[in-house]
């Protein structure tokens, strides 16, 4: 057995030991920065994008979602969406306080007196960035896109369904005629696209808009620079006809990491951080108190509720999945709804974070919220659900396990999301207050939550969704027309609901333009919906984000009272932000990137001298 | 170049005729797993249950056209064994098909982020391979050391510490800033965006160093280990002392014939981790926000997103195919015995 003192005595002093020990080590430091150089080089970006002039005041976001694309005719995800509302002008906006439509592209509307034709007169100040006029020929050519190319459709082609023609009899006036009346015609969230750019694209399935800046638009902000799971950078567009945004520069930088954009945020490289889409609490809770740091947490646009299976099936008829057949009753969904304290989920599982969840649509869209009376409510009441349940023939046997009149224990599936850890939470609650009513759960917890879903296959499963200032949408996912055709097909359905009295409130709400009147109708078909019991909305989760005050001195919230800054209806707040005396976001500049990268040549230097001083002093040893 | 001698020019023929030999068979054996995994990725991930379509547009409306249309464009409409010959046939002229997610090419995504994997992992892999050789040879030769104790437990150590809680610390220190170290370095990405030439190298670098640090910190005592491991196999042979015998100093004796001899399960090792590389590091990549193909891997998976998935695993499995083919290929001429076995 050799030891260490057998070799390390024979050590030679006829060579230095120094030149040994460092040429492994320099020659893969200047290896590793060769390549880094290298390679990092011709991945630069093209000449022609835009550069940050020194004194522009930079608003940095960091987002987590990727952009799926930059077309307008493709991009659905939040992230693309809420860039493409900053480069292009919809027909109507929606107002910052309430979300009543408001002047857009469209100055006036109007419609004719059998409710099909639409009229709008096209604002004569708006220009695209490229100097050309925006005309209603370039609204006319958008929707016509639409209805005519699938591929086009592919994101907003829901908003053009009900569209039988779409002409320009003048530079100002856009005329949409119906195949039936549409209360949402001042609810277009399509953006408008200038057809002498667009009209070169031959395949709109594979245009993602995002090789050649800057790119043409008519929004506050002109996109001048993308790199993909990189940023995004916007310019402000000085002569914008609403008035110029503050900010001279608007950045999306990406951060996989919710952790480290939050670190991002402390340490003043970014602006403003809204997680995905909320803060958790422990972050808010890190963040708070923090010099220079905001924390938004504001009533929510968002409901979370559980969906029960309502005997999933297609338009045809077919049955489809395997949803459990007790849920059809219900007296047992009611059972259900009332063995859930919500109150305890929001202090418990949101940390405060949230709202009760009691109608359809959140409190903050006030024209539409609804909420049950008193007689209505169906509050928390176990021994109410444990009575409903023994109506309905559900009786605990010896094991204390409800039974059903074939001797099957009722035993439900909940479908949740593997990434959302309320989800898991929640579903912990419900195991406890379902089993003290003797209902036994699992909670198939999984990445890909769709496909079971589409299929059918789950007695219960979380769900939720952003609701819009327009509340069409979220309504129309539980009318039978929503139901895919066969088992085969998908459809527009959330659920599988179907009930022809909330599809009768639905059809009259669609059609009625009154406002007051069509708010009522809405809240009916709440009301239904409700009484139904196919979904419990449990809580309204807060909006919970965070920007530094020595950035941004003020920036719109939507609603302005108490609302939220990130993937608001409209470009309130990016358009309205306000740059603090300090100026914009840091971002750290060439100085910091030397001064840094000098500290890590230092690091590693220090490194290498202790690793020499112990060679010299081994080998010094071994000599002697 | 002719050879002087006869009876030398017939066994250097003779060894390259069997070089050759043992080089087409690995190739070969190549050629049939990449066969292998052409087949393998195409129907493991039409194992996935449900319709690729119907998660990819689940959760906004669309119109049974519209599906329709989608099934066309992806070629889902066709039965499975034309689906197959059409892959395979594409696959041949560099085509992976269309990303659902992104509308692209999947080719194009895989050739953008690339660059970014190979610039990070390529940097660490250089790092983390001299430092682990460097060390592992020093702690062999001084088993029983301090020396030796203090870098294989560091080592090992390191080498236990999850990368993304390694790069979430390093990230609180050295990017934010703790105490009385400043923050030094960006918090994420590959840069700030709106910089040119020397100064987009600069800032490329700057942004390189954190993620960087924590790969070849998680990554330098596998090398370090194996090397050891290795070389101490190698102390007790005999023509070590031989070596030492014929009066050859121990610096010498180390350098030109210990670790020589115990390179092999370093070579294998340095192979395979030149697979991993272009896979990148899933982890450290989503940590420091890297643009690279670990986080395209994950968000093509999270859709799923069939092209971009299928595409992306016959890049890693060829990749890691190819390296360990020509990590056989070194083999012969590391250690001629291995070639004629």
Redesign the interface.
Known sequence: MSTPDEHGTRGSTQESPRPRVRRPAVAAGALALTLAAAIATPLGPAPQRAQAAPNDKVLTVAVAQSVDSLSPFLAVRLVSTSILRLTYEYLTDYDPGDGHPVPGLATRWSYSPDKLTWTYTIRSDARWSDGQKVTAQDAAWTFDKLMTDPAAATANGNFVTNFRKVTAPSPTQLVIQLKKPQATMTALDVPIVPEHIWKNVTDFAKFNNDKSFPIVGDGPFVLTDYKADSYVRLKADKSFWRGAPKFDQLVFKYYKDQDAAVAALRKGEVSFVAGSPSLTPAQAASLKGQPHIRVNDAPGRRFYALATNPGARAKNGQKIGDGDPSLLDERVRHALFMAVDRKTLVDKVFQGHAAEGRGYIPPRFSTYFWQPSASQELGYDPARAAQLLDQAGYRKNADGKRVGKNGKPLNYRVLCHATDPNDKAVGQYLKEWWGKLGIGMSLDCLDNVTDPWLAGKYDLAFDGWSVNPDPDFVLSIHTCAALPATPKDTGATDNFICDPTYDEVYARQLAEYDTGKRAALVKQAESRLYDLGYMNVMAYPNAVEAYRTDQIKSIETMPKAAGNIYGQDGYWSWWSATPADSGGSSGGGSTGAVLGIAAGAVVVLAGAGVFVARRRRTTADDRE | MLPAAGPARGKRHGSAAAYLRYAAVKAGGAIVSLLAVLVTGFFLFRLI???P???M???????????A?YRK?FGLDLPLWEQFTDYCGKVLTGDLG?SY????PVIDKIT??L??T??LT??AF??Y???G??LGTRAA?????F??RFHTGLALTLYSVPS?WLG?LL??VF???AGPVP???????????????L????????H??LP??TLVAVEYGQTLLVTRSALLDE??SDYLTTA?AKGL???L??RRHAVPNALLPTVTLLFVNLGRTVAGVILV?????W?GLG??FY?A????DLPLVQGLFLFFASAVIVMNTLADLVYPLLDPRVGRT
């Open positions: 249950p449900g319709d379509v119907k998660t547009t689940g959760g906004r409306p669309i119109s049974a056209q519209q599906l249309e464009e269309t997610q992104f509308h692209a953008e982020a660059p970014n190979l610039l390529g940097t250089v790092l391979t001299a430092l050789l460097v030769w001084h088993r029983g050391r020396a030796d993304f979430l990230i609180i990017a934010v800033g923050g030094l370095f960006p918090t994420g990405g590959m840069e700030s965006g709106g910089k040119h030439g100064d987009y190298v600069v800032d490329v670098v700057h390189l160093v960087v640090l102390m007790d030492r100093r121990d610096d004796v180390r990549e989503t940590v420091f926000s643009p986080g395209l968000q998976l999270s859709v799923p």
